[in-house]
């Protein structure tokens, strides 16, 4: 059941958001009169040397105007060894949006960050934050990064090129520390490679390859979780 809920990707991405899971709520709510909330865990990603653990729990609040539902998510990474939990919001447009005061004002958009790669030393955790607006064509990737031991995060993206999508891919092999993103035009074909260091700065990197370590670890506790009416 969980892998028909994760193969489906509005940006055709290898490391899928549940997508199929969205549209499902969506789809069930539709009949109802009342806003009702939805939860989701990620499965966790457990690092190359056995420390840590990350995972998401997304949330969904469908409301009857479906175009004015919404989709956050928060980040958690686990010290395995001391059992402490560090939750973590990545400062992405519609993540942290300073504008948006209220919830009414976040209404209509999707924020979802999922785990996607460990470096090979686990002192970093590379995750997916996809974001988009309903009934629109707005959607793209950011990376976030998360230095495990300052601890650090950053939120990145392509910058000073010309795109309307960006996807993340996973870790520069081509230029290490940096991550990958394929970007372009929505509607051209052949999008470029581009890798991206955490202060932003973006070099063209043809014939780049995708780097991705870590263990996917199944549980009990991913996959949908129950629903409650909105308050």
Do not use: M, W
């Given at each position: 059941m969980h892998d028909d809920l994760v193969q489906l990707d509005p940006l055709e991405s290898p490391h899928p958001i549940p997508w199929s899971w969205v549209m499902a709520m969506l789809s069930s709510a539709s009949s109802s009169s009342e806003s009702q909330v939805f939860y989701y865990r990620s499965q966790s990603l457990v690092s190359p040397d056995g420390r840590y653990a990350a995972y998401s729990r997304i949330q969904m609040q469908v409301d009857p105007e479906f175009f004015r539902s919404q989709v956050s998510s928060v980040l958690f990474l686990e010290n395995l060894r001391t059992g402490d939990l560090q939750a973590i919001t990545p400062a992405a447009p519609l993540a942290n949006n300073p504008l948006a005061e209220s919830i009414s004002d976040r209404r209509g958009t999707i924020s979802i960050v999922i785990p996607v790669a460990w470096s090979?030393?686990?002192?970093?955790?590379?995750?997916?934050?996809?974001?988009?607006?309903?009934?629109?064509?707005?959607?793209?990737?950011?990376?976030?990064?998360?230095?495990?031991?300052?601890?650090?995060?950053?939120?990145?993206?392509?910058?000073?090129?010309?795109?309307?999508?960006?996807?993340l891919l996973g870790w520069s092999q081509n230029h290490p520390g940096c991550v990958l993103f394929r970007a372009g035009v929505m509607g051209e074909p052949d999008w470029p490679l581009w890798a991206v260091d955490v202060s932003g700065r973006t070099v063209a990197s043809k014939n780049d390859q995708p780097i991705t370590h870590g263990e996917v670890l199944s549980n009990v506790w991913a996959g949908p979780q129950q629903a409650k009416l909105a308050g």
């Open positions: 090979e030393k686990g002192d970093r955790l590379l995750a997916r934050e996809f974001e988009s607006i309903f009934c629109s064509d707005i959607a793209s990737d950011y990376a976030v990064v998360v230095d495990c031991h300052q601890p650090r995060v950053s939120t990145v993206a392509p910058s000073h090129i010309h795109y309307t999508n960006a996807v």
